[in-house]
């Protein structure tokens, strides 16, 4: 399953502001459809929908692909569990303690 890395959109977007010299009101004159609480969600790394995600994108010129990530967490099943290393049965002896 794929994945959204909210924290570095927020990054990016943060350095893009940045470097156009926006603040948040000033980015939402230039972009009138964002506002500010959107602007403040993105750069702190808070999941946004998929649509001001790309609205954002447009307008700071990112690319919503680099922040996609394609890489699946390990499925655990009962086969891959039973083909994990396990260490082998030792037998131990204990001596009994000299008194």
């Known amino acids: 399953m794929a994945d959204f890395r909210f924290d570095q959109f927020g990054d990016a977007l943060h350095a893009r502001l940045e470097q ?14 964002t506002d500010r609480a959107m602007l403040s969600r ?23 692909f680099a922040f996609l990530v394609r890489e699946h967490a390990r499925r655990v099943t009962m086969k891959t569990i039973l083909d994990q290393a396990v260490t082998a049965p030792v037998s131990r002896e204990t001596g009994r303690a000299e008194r």
Request: hydrophobic share 45%; net charge negative; charged share 20%.
């Open 42 to 64: 993105a750069v702190a790394g808070k999941p946004l929908s998929a649509g001001n995600v790309l609205l954002l994108c447009e307008m700071a010129g990112l690319d919503p």
């Open 20 to 33: 156009l010299g926006y603040s948040f009101t000033r980015a939402t004159e230039k972009w009138p459809d």
